[in-house]
Every structure is written in structure tokens, then in C-alpha cells.
């Protein structure tokens, strides 16, 4: 493996900025450190790198122990979110100035700047300086400094916030590409979720020092841990019932929980597209009435309000919205075609760990 954290913590002070973190990335992976601020993603990124030293724990970079090795000798390539490109040097040297630090032969160098030049579509701007180049350009030229030396370990620190959203999305595919033909183990953090599932073979979720859940985006979206990871990766309706007679029940809607006591709080969640409506109002057991229409990209999210008030959010395509001749204000009836039963709390795991669900079947239908 490239990458092993055992029980990582970092602290400020009194403050536990990292709590006893373990998680592994194996060679070739591009993994995302995904969360909102404060959760610890860059503070772990940056203890990888050398940056910071973690108050308790091992960090391992190729099997080796690297708590107390210096950051020019990790071999690590690190890229930050302002680029932090010499304002004064060209495209070329900027990418060259780490194999100058290494002492590698004048030929060697220009070998190597050429090669990522080429590789990096920035040919014909080695004689540019950062201020007459766009921002995709620049973060560019960022990467193929870190990379010139042949790093065994790439990072990435909100490698794309400081873009416009159209260079974002032009710029992760070209990360996707670059990954592929370089297959570099590469770690980014990121606080957007969209970049997150789109870009990475594997998300590490962080809230508040704390790891929540580890695993593929698909993995993270249909099978969230906890209440925080279904809520921070895309939209998920929560339900906050309470249980008698083996019942969990909110509203008209009612959900089985055998085997939890009376008065019980139990939280369930669902997807947008779980929800399932139509315009017979005999199709489904449920009935309510479609207040808002949002237009996404390539998508409608509904929002309904049930008989008893809920507002329950669904999904689904401009098509079938067209060929079941829903409006707003209409009168509709649903049903939820699966759902989870969420932990409430948090919990820092470590590899392989899952965060148990109360004793009560995860996953239901037609509710």
C-alpha cells in the first residue's frame, strides 16, 4: 500500500483538530478527503506531507514510518489551493525549480519540463510568467511542478477552488485522464461533494476531527453510515419518528421497527429517488400535493407536501415529469420504495468499521 494512517490524532492545543484516525490507500488510487471546514481533511493531508506532525499515532508512506522524517525527503509532491507559483519565474522554471533543489542534470531537466509541458497542454506558454496565464493554466502548471520530480505521492489541497465553475468541471476531467495515463497515488481534499463523487475511486468523509465513513461513491451515497454522511452527500429526506408497538411512525407514513421500545426516537432516510408518485390518486397509499418544481440539470427535484404537512423531496426525469402531466399545486399519491434506518451519532472509525445500525432492518420497501 502507498499510504497507511494507525490511529492518527492531531492537537492544537486543546483542541482535536484529527481523532484517532486509520484508513489505508493502496498504490494508484485517487482517493478524495471529503467535508465541511473544520472537519480535519487538510490537517491530515498535511501531515502526510510533512507539513504538520501528528500528536499521537503512525503515519507510514510506502511501509515506512515517516513521523519524523523531513518533508524534502518524503518524496511527496504537494500542490496548495493559491497554486503558490514564483510570481517571478517562467512556466519553465517553475516547473523545473524542484529538480534544480534535487540538483538533476541540465539535460535531464529539460528532458523532464518538456515531457510534462507536452503532457499538460501548456506548450508554447514555457516562457510565460503566472500573471499572463488563465487559472486552469496556472493550477496546471502547479500540478506539473509537483509531479516533475517523480513523486510516489501526489496532494492535492482544494485543488480546484479558486476557478470558475465551468474551468472546475473542464479541469477534473483532466485529472481523471492525467490519473489514468500516470496512475499516481493521489490524495485531494475538497469540501464539494459533486467533485468528490465524480473525480475519486474512493471518498474519506471527515466531521469535526472524526473519520465517519470510508468507501466508493457509490458505497457513500446508497449506504451512508450515519445521519451526517446522509445528509453531506447529496439531498436525503429524514424522518424523525417515534416507535409504539413495534411501529415507527411520523405523520401518516409508518415504518416497522421490531424489537425497539415504546417512545423510542428513530431516525429514518431515503433518497429522492425512492419516492415514487403518480396522478392516480389510487395507485399509492399515500396522498399529498406537489408544491414546488425545481429544474436541475437534466433532472426535477419535487417538492411534496404530505396529508398530515411533511414535506418530502423526490426526483425524477423531465420526461417522465412530462408523461405523468404533473404541475404544481396538483394532487398526487406516493409511496417510498426503500429507505435506511440512520445511526444518529458520529463516530470515528477505523478501517473496515462500520458504524452499527440500530436492531431493526436497514433497508425497507414500499412504505
Known amino acids: 500500500m502507498s499510504i497507511e494512517l494507525r490511529h492518527v ?16 490507500v493502496q498504490d494508484g488510487e485517487l482517493v478524495a478527503l471529503l467535508g465541511p471546514s473544520g472537519g480535519g481533511k487538510t490537517t491530515v493531508l498535511r501531515m502526510i506531507a510533512g507539513l504538520e506532525r501528528p500528536t499521537d499515532g503512525d503515519l507510514l508512506v510506502r511501509g515506512e514510518r515517516v513521523n519524523d522524517v523531513p518533508v524534502q525527503q518524503r518524496n511527496i ?43 499538460f497542454g501548456l506548450e508554447g506558454l514555457e516562457n510565460r510568467y503566472p500573471h499572463q496565464l488563465s487559472g486552469g493554466q496556472r493550477q496546471r502548471v502547479a500540478i506539473a511542478r509537483a509531479l516533475a520530480p517523480k513523486p510516489s505521492v501526489l496532494l492535492l489541497d482544494e ?21 489514468h495515463d500516470l ?12 467533485e468528490a463523487m465524480e473525480v475519486s475511486n474512493r471518498i474519506v468523509i471527515f466531521s ?32 424523525e419518528c417515534e416507535v409504539w408497538g413495534g ?44 408544491r414546488h418544481t425545481f429544474f436541475l440539470v437534466g433532472v426535477l427535484r419535487l417538492e411534496l407536501e404530505s396529508e398530515s404537512g411533511l414535506v418530502i423531496r423526490a426526483r425524477m426525469t423531465k420526461e417522465e415529469y412530462a408523461q405523468l402531466g404533473l404541475a404544481d399545486d396538483c394532487r398526487v399519491s406516493f409511496q417510498i420504495r426503500n429507505y435506511r434506518v440512520l445511526a444518529t451519532e458520529s463516530a470515528a472509525l477505523g478501517p473496515e468499521q462500520h458504524v452499527p445500525y440500530p436492531e431493526v432492518p436497514s433497508i425497507g420497501e414500499n412504505i
Do not use: C
Open 247 to 290: 411501529t415507527a411512525t411520523l405523520g401518516e407514513l409508518e415504518f416497522p421497527a421490531p424489537g425497539i421500545p415504546d417512545g423510542q426516537r428513530m431516525r429514518i432516510g431515503f433518497r429522492p429517488y425512492a419516492v415514487q408518485i403518480s396522478p392516480d390518486l389510487a395507485q399509492y397509499r399515500h396522498l399529498a400535493t406537489l
Open 9 to 24: 490524532s492531531k492537537r492544537f492545543g486543546s483542541t482535536a483538530a484529527v481523532n484517532d484516525v486509520s484508513f489505508t
Open 183 to 194: 496512475n499516481v497515488t493521489t490524495l485531494f481534499v475538497t469540501h464539494d461533494q459533486e
Open 159 to 179: 485543488p480546484f477552488g479558486a476557478v470558475d465553475a465551468k474551468i472546475r468541471q473542464e479541469l477534473r476531467e483532466w485529472l481523471v485522464r492525467l490519473h
Open 77 to 119: 509532491g504537494f500542490v496548495f489551493q493559491s497554486y503558490a507559483l514564483f510570481k517571478n519565474m517562467t512556466v519553465f522554471k517553475n516547473i523545473a525549480f524542484g529538480l534544480k533543489v534535487k540538483q538533476w542534470k541540465r539535460r535531464d531537466i529539460k528532458a523532464r519540463v518538456t515531457e510534462l509541458l507536452a503532457l
Open 208 to 239: 469535526r476531527g472524526n473519520l465517519e465513513q470510508i468507501g466508493t461513491p457509490r458505497e457513500v451515497y446508497e449506504s451512508p453510515v450515519n445521519e451526517f454522511v446522509a445528509r453531506f452527500i447529496g439531498v436525503m429526506n429524514v424522518l
